[in-house]
């Protein structure tokens, strides 16, 4: 049995199909390790711009974590400043009611009370009258006048507005941890009085 030449053209068309199929598969087979490759190439960018952006906040968060402890320590410094001060007012204070109170006793003694004044019309009275002793006004109601709230009056006017920290040291013009700092110290303040 002879082969005819249409037979010839059939196997020869299977053959260039079979080859056909198997070619594209070895060429298609070298883009993917190139997508790959290029997929690899860009995590490892990306991880490397995350690993920068990493460092940088990390740099960051330190800088902020140094400037928060100096500020932290100013306003220590600051307070230990204010409540040096605040003691030796009240010794200051305590000191000058004890020394007045001296001076009326001994104006006292130096001076007794006179028991006869002649009678004078009234348009001839004196007009300053000296306060009994017993009114004098005593330490703590001296120390009242000195209060956290006393010396910050438009702080606490304004806290007591309901307005934020923030809101008051924005129009005080001072720092929110200072704001913040006064308001607990009169807290305290208030406790120690109770």
Do not use: C
Request: charged fraction near 25%; proline fraction near 5%.
């Amino acid at each position: 049995m002879a082969l005819q030449p249409w037979m010839y053209v059939i196997l020869l068309g299977l053959v260039f199909v079979v080859y056909a199929r198997f070619l594209p598969k070895q060429h298609a087979s070298q883009p993917k390790n190139n997508v790959v490759q290029e997929i690899e190439d860009t995590i490892e960018h990306f991880a490397s711009e995350m690993d920068e952006q990493n460092q940088a906040i990390l740099t960051l968060f330190t800088k902020t974590k140094q400037d928060y402890e100096i500020e932290l320590a100013k306003l220590s410094g600051r307070l230990e400043s204010l409540e040096k001060q605040r003691n030796e007012l009240t010794h200051e204070l305590t000191q000058a009611n004890v020394n007045q109170q001296l001076n009326m006793k001994a104006m006292s003694e130096l001076h007794p009370p006179v028991t006869e004044l002649p009678v004078q019309h009234k348009s001839e009275l004196p007009v300053e009258e000296v306060e009994p002793e017993s009114e004098l006004p005593d330490v703590a109601a001296v120390l009242t006048g000195l209060s956290m709230k006393s010396r910050y009056a438009e702080l606490f006017a304004l806290h007591d507005q309901g307005k934020g920290v923030e809101a008051i040291a924005k129009k005080l013009g001072m720092n929110k941890g200072e704001v913040s700092l006064i308001l607990q110290l009169s807290k305290q303040e208030e406790q120690s009085r109770v």
